[in-house]
C-alpha cells in the first residue's frame, strides 16, 4: 500500500512538472514570437510618423497596439497635453485604394488633424491637380504621382467639423524630413515629422475639453471607450 502511495505521488509530482514545463515553454514561445515581431517591425516605425508621437517603440506604440490593441493614448502627448485621445482613419478612393492617413488628435485644448504622407524627395503640389515626387535613383530621376491629399483632407475636415458642431480645428500636412517642400502651395500648414513635437505641444484650438468630452469625440469617430 506504501508502495503503491509513493508511486501515485511520483507520478502527481511528475505531471505537474511537465505541466508547469508546458506552461513555461508557451509562454516563452509566445514572449519569442512577440519580441520577433516588434523586432521585425522596428524599421518601419523608426521612419513613420508613430516615431513622432509615440514615447517609445516596445512599450508605448507596439505592446499597446498588439495586446491591448488600443494605442489611443501616447506618453509622450500626456507629458505635452495630459489626457488626449489619437484616432486614426485611412481614406480610400473609388478603386479601394489608400490616398490618404490621417491623425486626429483631440485633447483638452481642442482638436488637431494632421494628414501625412510617407513619401521622401521634392514634393511637388498645388491644392488643385495631381501631386507627385520627384527623387534621384540610381543616377536618374523618378517621378511618382500621387493623390492629391488636400481634396480627402478637406472632406475628412468636413465631417469632423460636423461630430464637433462648428467647433475649430487645427489643421497640418506633415511629411518626412527628407522630403523637399519647396514646390507645394497649399492652404495647409506643412510641417516635418521632427517638428511634431513642438506643434502637438502649441496645439489650441481655442476652446476646452473635459475628459468626458474627449472620449465622446473619440467614440463618434470609431473609438472603442473603455467604460471601466
Known sequence: MIHSLLVAEAASESSNSNLNLLFYVVIG???????????????????SIYSHIYDNYLIDYYYKLNVFQDA???QLIKKLLGNHRLAYA???NNDGQLVSQIITLIHPKGVL???????E?????KETGDWYYRRIEDGQEHKY???NPVAYFKEYNTHL???LEGKNIQSAIAVKDECDVTNVHTSFPIVKYSDLEKL???ADSGYGLNDAEIDEIYGKLGGKVSRK
Do not use: D, P
Open 29 to 47: 514561445s509566445m514572449l519569442i514570437v512577440f519580441l520577433f515581431r516588434a523586432f521585425i517591425g522596428y524599421g518601419h516605425y523608426k521612419k
Open 72 to 74: 489611443s493614448r501616447s
Open 90 to 92: 485611412n481614406i480610400t
Open 113 to 119: 488633424c494632421i494628414s501625412y504622407l510617407n513619401g
Open 121 to 125: 524627395g521634392k514634393l511637388y503640389g
Open 145 to 147: 504621382k500621387i493623390e
Open 161 to 163: 467639423s460636423q461630430v
Open 200 to 202: 502637438i505641444k502649441e
